[in-house]
Each structure stands twice: as C-alpha cells, then as structure tokens.
C-alpha cells in the first residue's frame, strides 16, 4: 500500500504481518505470537509547538505483540511523535496535537489519562529511579491502583522477573534504588513500567546510556517481552534498530518516509531517502 | 545470556547440514543406480534425484543465502559468527553444484544401461567411495566445527583427481580397438568428470570449515603447489 502523506510518500507493507520471512521467531524455526492484528492506529497526526510543526501527518499502525523502532536523524520528530503516544506532549506549554490515535479501536485523546498512561507505558533515556527502595519502585504504580499486602509482592516479582532483574536484585528488595548499575536502574524503570500491565511499552533511547553487556541485555529483555507486550522503541542507533525490531519506521523532518518490515527496511528499502540514511549517506 | 540470534545461528547450520543430507543422497543414488546395471531402478534413482532432490536443494539453497543476509543485515555478527555466515552461504553454493553433478551422472547413467550390454569401468565405484566420503566427511567437519577432518579432506582430493586419470585413459585404450563403445566411454568420462568436481566442492567445504574455525583462508594453496 502506498500512502501520500504531505510532502513524503509512507510505503506500508502491503504483506500481511505474518509473513513467514518477515519474523525472527520464524526464521529461528519458533512459533510466532498468534496476533498481528494492528494494535495502536495512528491517522494523520500532528505535533506543534507552538507554529513549529514538529510531527507532520504521521500515519502508522503498530502491530500487536511486535516491535516497532523509529529511526532518523536528530530533530526529524520521532522522540515528539513516541511522546504524543501517550499524550506527554501535553505538559508542554503552547504544545498541541491534530489527527487520530486509536488504541484498539478507541480515541486515545478521548481516553481519560491515567488509564491511557496505565494501558500505554513509557521508559525514558535516563533511568529515573525515584528515592525509594527497589521493591518500592516497582510498587508505586501498582499502590496507585489499589495493590498491596502478598498480591502486591507477588505483582513485584512478576515485573522484575519479567524486566530480567529478579535474580540479582531478590536479595535486596529493600535497599536504595540508587545503589544499582545504569543498566539495572533502567531494567527498574523497564519492571516499574510493566508492573501496571501496560498494552503498550514505549521506550525513548533506552539503551543510550549504556555500555555494551547492558544494551545487549536490554535488547534480549524487548525480544523476550513482545510475547506479551506491544513495544515501540525510538533509537538513534540504527543497529539496535536492525537487531531489535520486526518493523521500522524512518523519520524525516517531521514526516514518517518509510514504515515496512524491519528486514525489507535494512535489506532493500523503498525509498532513497532511507536507503541514504541506513548506508550513512546521510544523517 | 543467550543472545536470540545464537538462536538463528543454530538455525542456519540446521539448514545447511540439510542440504548436505539431501545432496549425498542424490550423490549416493545417481552411482548406485549404474552399480545395480538394473535400468528401472536406475530411472526411479534418477527420477527421485531429478524430481525431488534437486528442487529441495534449490529451495535451500536460496534459504540459506536469505537467513545468511539477514543476519548480516540485521544482527552485525562479527568475528567467529561473521566467519560461520560467510562459510554457510559458500557451503551452500557448493552443495547445489554437487547436486545438479549428480542430476549429471544420474543421467550418463541412464544412458549407459539403456545399452543391450553395458560395461561397468571398474574403477569408477571406487571413485565414487571416496567421493561419498569426502563428501561425508566435509559435513561432518562442518557440523562438529573440526579444523582437523577438514584439513585430513584436502589430501584426498589428490586421489580422485588420479582415479579420474586411470579411468581416462582405461577409456582411451577401450574405444581404440573397438569403436562402438565409443557412446558409453563418453558417458563414462562424463561421469567421472563429475564425480572429481563434487570432490572438488567437498575440498571447497574443507577450506570453508578451516576458515571459519581458523579464520585461516587456505584457497588455491594446492593448485598453486600442483601447478609450480
């Protein structure tokens, strides 16, 4: 499907998402997650600061139980467009939004805020621990919506298992989140994300304060939770895109270029301006 | 940790070991069936090669260049890994020529048992022993990651290219005091032509393995030798 988007052509993929070629769990001879129904529906949205159009008649459709990277030089408005996802443009004086979020069919702008922000979860850069223990971290979300008591430690563990950090931190749930690494700070703020059950996991640059081991963990983290969870990364390391996505989209000065398959994106893209971005002809 | 791309690595040698299952199958039909001097079972061996096998390896041939790509492309694999991907994606070029060579013999077979009174050159079964396992041997190399087998194969090639020789000129001699046998000495030097190439692509095999566990690349040392 080709689709007009203002002063950039979008290339959707016309193959349904299930393409056998198109999955690493596929190509890994494993089964794929049964959905690849389009879980988040972006229309024509716009993001201004003030006159200053940041975002550009973006639309996508995020697909259930996959990953998504948005890739593109600085400033080209992909970490704009992930924040409007759940609505943090908001704070932002003179900000605004035009066009249509749809989350399982429903308005997001519509949505009332802490329900979308509980359904649609966001990791950001930095780690951001809060002053509190480990365990209290991960609790504050889950405290906000009533858990406590052995539900609410075993709601704890849950995340923590599922953010790959149980096992080095078990022993120490009540000490200061402050004595751990960046990346196990930041697989925190992954496991205090996930302990509201969100839908949806958004992540802005997750891995960019990290070395090496830690972003490789991180990214084992996002392969293993798109079983159960709809992700969309922002990373300007155009490798974790390749590495960690089954689709990506390229941004350019506001305007999403080209959205497709990850492989069909890094392997033969459509479009010349991607093809020059991904070969670091330009950007 | 295991990384999810170990995953896909260990994918992509399953394919590869695949197709060398399916291509010494076609290497072992397409012989025995001229060994047998039985003409029905030698079509049914060819038909399975030529209808079956050959398509198959096709098809993963092309599979294996797919996921190789992707795993270039999309995982940046380096050092060891990258020399596993590169050596995967020779591997299977070399296995596809070993079996369209014995699509080749499978047919010179045909054509030498549709003769009233076939002759059987006798060294050409020994040849193919030692082809079949070179061929074996070379997979295994791949599989086990064994530097040494791998080395062991490259000697081997040696020989055959002597048993091609004899053959040659037994065939010579043959056809100059009777000439009628002139149709089944060519298909007889046709096949044995094909079996010296499939050893040809297991030494290729060898040299992949030695590179990808080594990271040595030892191509053409031995015909820069032969030829000095």
């Known amino acids: 499907m080709v689709v007009h988007t203002g002063d950039h052509q979008m290339i959707m993929s016309a193959r349904p998402a299930l393409d056998s070629r198109a999955t690493p769990e596929i190509l890994a001879g494993k089964p794929t997650a049964p959905s690849a129904v389009v879980k988040l529906a972006v229309n024509k949205l716009s993001c201004f600061y003030g006159t200053n159009k940041a975002v550009r008649d973006v639309s996508i459709g995020i697909h259930e139980y996959r990953t998504t990277a948005l890739i593109g030089p600085s400033g080209c408005g992909k970490s704009t467009f992930l924040r409007a996802l759940n609505r943090m443009n908001e704070v932002v004086p003179g900000a605004r939004v035009e066009g249509e979020m749809l989350l399982d069919g429903q308005d997001m702008l519509q949505m009332e805020l802490t329900n979308l922000r509980r359904r649609v979860g966001m990791v950001f850069q930095k780690a951001n621990p809060f002053p509190k223990s480990i365990f209290d971290n991960v609790a504050y979300g889950l405290r906000l919506h009533g858990g406590k008591g052995s539900h609410l430690a075993s709601a704890v563990e849950q995340s923590l298992q599922r953010a790959a950090l149980w096992d080095e931190v078990k022993d120490k749930l009540h000490r200061s989140a402050f004595e751990l690494s960046g990346g196990q700070q930041q697989r925190l703020s992954i496991a205090r994300a996930l302990a509201v059950s969100p839908e949806v996991l958004l992540l802005d640059e997750p891995c960019s304060a990290l070395d090496p081991i830690s972003t490789a963990r991180i990214e084992e983290l996002l392969y293993d939770l798109k079983n159960t969870c709809t992700l969309v990364i922002v990373t300007h390391n155009m490798q974790q895109a390749a590495r960690a996505s089954d689709y990506t989209g390229y941004f350019l000065m506001g305007s999403l270029v080209e959205f497709d398959e990850t492989r069909k994106m890094f392997e033969n893209?459509?479009?010349?301006?991607?093809?020059?971005?991904?070969?670091?002809?330009?950007? | 940790m295991r990384r999810h791309f170990e995953i896909e690595l260990e994918a992509l040698q399953g394919r590869v070991l695949e197709m060398g299952g399916l291509v010494q199958r076609a290497i072992h039909l397409s012989v025995e069936s001229l060994q047998g001097r039985n003409i029905g079972a030698a079509a049914e061996a060819t038909d399975e090669v030529i209808e079956r096998i050959e398509p198959s390896v096709n098809e993963l041939h092309r599979e294996i260049d797919q996921r190789a790509i992707d795993l270039l492309a999309l995982q940046q694999v380096m050092a060891v890994d990258l020399r596993f991907v590169t050596a995967a994606t020779r591997i299977g070029s070399d296995l596809e020529r070993m079996?369209?060579?014995?699509?080749?013999?499978?047919?010179?077979?045909?054509s030498i048992l549709t003769n009233?009174?076939?002759?059987?050159?006798?060294?050409?079964p020994r040849m193919a022993e030692t082809v079949e396992a070179m061929v074996r041997d070379s997979l295994a190399a791949f599989g086990s990651r064994d530097e040494d087998l791998a080395r062991s194969i490259l000697d081997r090639d040696q020989e055959v290219d002597e048993y091609r020789d004899v053959v040659f000129q037994e065939l010579v001699d043959e056809v100059t005091v009777e000439t009628r046998f002139i149709q089944q000495a060519l298909d007889f030097i046709l096949i044995s032509r094909n079996l010296e190439r499939i050893a040809d692509h297991a030494t290729n095999i060898a040299e992949s393995v030695v590179f990808m566990v080594a990271g040595e690349d030892i191509r053409h040392r031995y015909n820069t030798a032969a030829s000095s």
């Open chain 2, 116 to 124: 009233p009174n076939p002759k059987l050159v006798i060294q050409i």
């Open chain 1, 269 to 283: 893209p459509s479009r010349q301006e991607t093809e020059d971005y991904i070969t670091g002809r330009f950007g």
């Open chain 2, 99 to 110: 079996s369209d060579r014995s699509v080749n013999i499978a047919r010179r077979s045909i």
